[in-house]
């Protein structure tokens, strides 16, 4: 193994954060085990195929909230046939404890391949939904050109905790990739709405969170070039599918195969869910938002009545 791996590993062990307060100290050690795991198997796989990402242009992250339409909107760039986007799968405890570039590419392209063997599922409240899109590339490619990963909350959180945590992404990538950010936004009412009915998280402790994480992508938005941060929102891509994948193309630098785009479209649904007529808004808690909708330019036009 090598010292860098060796360290991280002894570092993350020593030091305690936020995501792993609430864990016990079983629960960490299992954690770091699966680590050492994940190393070995994948610096084994980087080392026999080491021509593998030679394509790779671009890392795509993205970064936003939970309930906010990121799962599809990663299968959508996964279904093309030089991307690969893994969904669920949080790099930063690699980057963390040391991987190399290669061993974190194979680990999410093997992510992606066992999701896209699975339907490309997602559980919902009481159902699985399958953003599976039939006859592309999903879990395989063509041309490897654009490879990351969504875990959009918990990427936000990672760089609200540790401002280092980009550089050390940018770090791992070299000079020869770029680091492309999308942020996958929804309608603030039905992000918070739908943690509640989701998870049961209390309503002012999901304002707080869903605009804390805004204050972290807002400082992220201001410090990268246009060309490098893109926002997707929900609403706009259910309602006008085509326009939207041919701009996300376009931000990747992946051309806009016309099947691709026809495909992508035809799973989607019509409109998004109004999760937010589901829970009890109060007058004042309803006032809350929309103040704090109104210091981000990338949340105007969200309403409750919209």
Known sequence: MSQSFIS???SSLTQTDSRAANQSLAEQVRSKARLVKSYIRSYRWAREKKESFHDVQHYCLFVGHA???GSLL???VDAHPNAVIADEVDIFPYLEAGFEREQVFHILLERSQHQAKQGRLKAGRETQHSFFVSGQWQGR?????VIGNRKAGISTQHLRQNPNSYNQLRRLLGEKINLKVIF????PFDTVSTMNIRSGRDIV???DAYFSNCETIEVLRRSLPSTDFLAVRHETLLANPANELRQICQFLALPALPDYIEACSSILYRAPSRSRNKV???PELM???KTRIGQFEFLQGYSFED
């Open 184 to 187: 996958s936004v929804r309608n």
């Open 287 to 289: 006032e809350t938002v």
């Open 141 to 145: 490619y063509e041309t490897l050109q």
């Open 8 to 10: 991280g590993i002894y």
């Open 74 to 76: 990663g299968a959508l």
């Open 205 to 207: 402790n999901g304002i």
């Open 67 to 69: 309930r906010s339409g």
């Open 280 to 282: 009890n808004w109060s």
